[in-house]
């Protein structure tokens, strides 16, 4: 028998565990950090928050300011392409501009285990398809390949 459950925080991350879903927890939010997108290049943000109406799954990307009209102008087309996505920008005066992909499962009448692990693995494999997407359009900030000492590391903003 499926047992349904209305997802808390500790819920979560014992689906995450159950599922090897790797993840970590800042000090800065109350988010669960998801290293599977965290660690890639042109991620600021993956996070999973579990809120009153569920479980939302949002994912930020950096991108370049001169990239920001042709990505609103194709914004309709990522949002078509990725329906599970709402995809938008975020963009104000103290920080880089932004790319949001973000996801929620309905959570307050319960889910099953097997419906939360549909709902990360179909969000992550769509945001990492958006990510490649923007990658190839060359919308995102990348590291200065000639930088001596590396990347900096951008770490998480909140």
């Given at each position: 028998?499926?047992?349904?459950?209305?997802?808390?925080?500790?819920?979560?991350?014992?689906?995450?565990?159950?599922?090897?879903?790797?993840?970590?927890?800042?000090?800065?939010?109350?988010?669960?950090?998801?290293?599977?997108l965290q660690g890639r290049e042109?991620?600021?943000?993956?996070?999973?928050?579990?809120?009153?109406?569920?479980?939302?799954?949002?994912?930020?990307?950096?991108?370049?300011?001169?990239?920001i009209f042709v990505a609103q102008?194709?914004?309709?087309?990522?949002?078509?392409?990725?329906?599970?996505?709402?995809?938008?920008?975020?963009?104000?005066?103290?920080?880089?501009?932004?790319?949001?992909?973000?996801?929620?499962?309905?959570?307050?009448?319960?889910?099953?285990?097997?419906?939360?692990?549909?709902?990360?693995?179909?969000?992550?494999?769509?945001?990492?398809?958006?990510?490649?997407?923007?990658?190839?359009?060359?919308?995102?900030i990348w590291p200065d390949p000639?930088?001596?000492?590396?990347?900096?590391?951008?770490?998480?903003?909140?």
């Open positions: 028998m499926l047992t349904v459950v209305t997802p808390d925080a500790e819920q979560v991350t014992r689906w995450l565990e159950q599922a090897n879903i790797q993840y970590y927890i800042c000090d800065q939010c109350h988010g669960l950090h998801l290293s599977e042109g991620v600021l943000d993956a996070r999973l928050f579990v809120e009153e109406d569920g479980v939302l799954l949002s994912t930020e990307l950096e991108l370049r300011p001169a990239a102008a194709d914004l309709s087309r990522l949002n078509v392409d990725y329906p599970s996505l709402k995809v938008f920008l975020d963009v104000n005066d103290d920080a880089m501009p932004r790319m949001v992909a973000c996801d929620l499962l309905f959570g307050r009448q319960g889910v099953t285990f097997d419906q939360f692990i549909y709902f990360v693995q179909a969000t992550l494999d769509a945001t990492v398809q958006l990510l490649e997407d923007c990658q190839q359009a060359d919308w995102l000639d930088e001596e000492d590396g990347p900096a590391e951008p770490g998480a903003l909140h």
